[in-house]
């Protein structure tokens, strides 16, 4: 009998070698890259009446300056890199211009169906942006209804005390009428409660994307049918896409605070 002829080896041998070439369970640092992959991307959109600081908020998180005044009647998107519970995660921020959309609801529509997760900001010192809050609120709850909705209410200007015209009483019970969360900071003093907002409301946001994922193929089949009902029930098809194009501001590396401008046709903020 030849030497090299193979030798039939045991059952139990060859299930051994097969166990052994099986994939191993995922490792700890394995899920956190795939939970990463989920969640490449957050969408914020940032509300209110003109003159509450949204501005000032966005701008505070971001690079934890403060800039008092701005002159501007575009919207601003900011594009921002966030390491967050050692997640990374690429955040925009949608900073609505309430002068250009004013007189167009439809636009705010738009802003709203774009967004994933949302910031509702009024001043203190401003009762009229109060009741204006209240109605942004309730424009959220309807139009992104049945689904669940991740809001902060961001009380602003707490520093102008003297001036108050809305009580901290009056922004909890808003919140709880609403059921999202509530913070009353100061753009102006400090960037610490603005992060903390901004913070827990990416982590709410985040959050609810990991535990409803949709497959691409069930979320078209969803779209089709929601059509064909809605040709039954004579109320139109898909919700419009947004139309609005914002001057883009893209932050150069975590670790810069400078920005830059990425769409040259339209003026920006210089930061």
């Known amino acids: 009998m030849c030497r090299n002829q193979l030798q039939p080896q045991s059952g139990e041998k060859m299930r051994g070698e097969e166990r052994d070439k099986m ?15 989920q969640i490449a991307r957050l969408r914020i959109v940032v509300l209110g009446a003109e003159g509450v600081g949204k501005s000032a908020l966005t701008v505070r998180y971001l690079t934890r300056r403060y800039i008092s005044e701005y002159r501007r009647a575009i919207d601003l998107l900011y594009r921002h890199t966030v390491c967050l519970d050692d997640v990374t995660s690429e ?16 636009v705010s529509v738009s802003h709203i169906r774009w967004g994933e997760g949302f910031v509702v900001v009024y001043s203190v010192n401003d009762a009229t942006s109060f009741q204006e809050a209240a109605v942004i ?13 991740p809001v902060i209410l961001l009380a602003n200007k707490r520093d102008l005390d003297p001036g108050r015209q809305v009580s901290v009483e009056d922004g909890q ?27 827990a409301l990416l982590r709410e946001t985040r959050s609810l994307q990991l535990t409803r994922p949709l ?12 059509r064909m009902i809605g040709s039954l029930i ?3 098809s898909d919700p419009p896409s947004p139309t609005f194009k914002p001057t883009v501001i ?3 590396t975590p670790g810069k605070r400078a920005l830059r401008r990425k769409d040259k046709k339209r003026p920006s903020l210089s930061l």
């Open 23 to 37: 994939p191993s369970p995922p490792t700890g640092r394995e899920n956190r890259q795939r939970i990463q992959q």
């Open 234 to 236: 004579g109320r139109g």
């Open 137 to 149: 609120l309730d424009h959220l709850q309807r139009l992104k209804a049945p689904l669940y909705v």
């Open 91 to 106: 955040v925009e921020i949608l900073d609505v211009s309430t002068r250009e959309h004013q007189e167009n609801e439809s």
């Open 250 to 252: 893209v932050q150069e």
């Open 215 to 226: 497959p691409r193929q069930r979320r078209i089949s969803i779209v089709a049918v929601s």
């Open 173 to 199: 019970a808003l919140s709880l009428q609403h059921g999202c969360q509530f913070y009353e900071v100061s753009a102006a003093e400090s960037h610490v409660g603005v992060t903390l907002a901004f913070q």
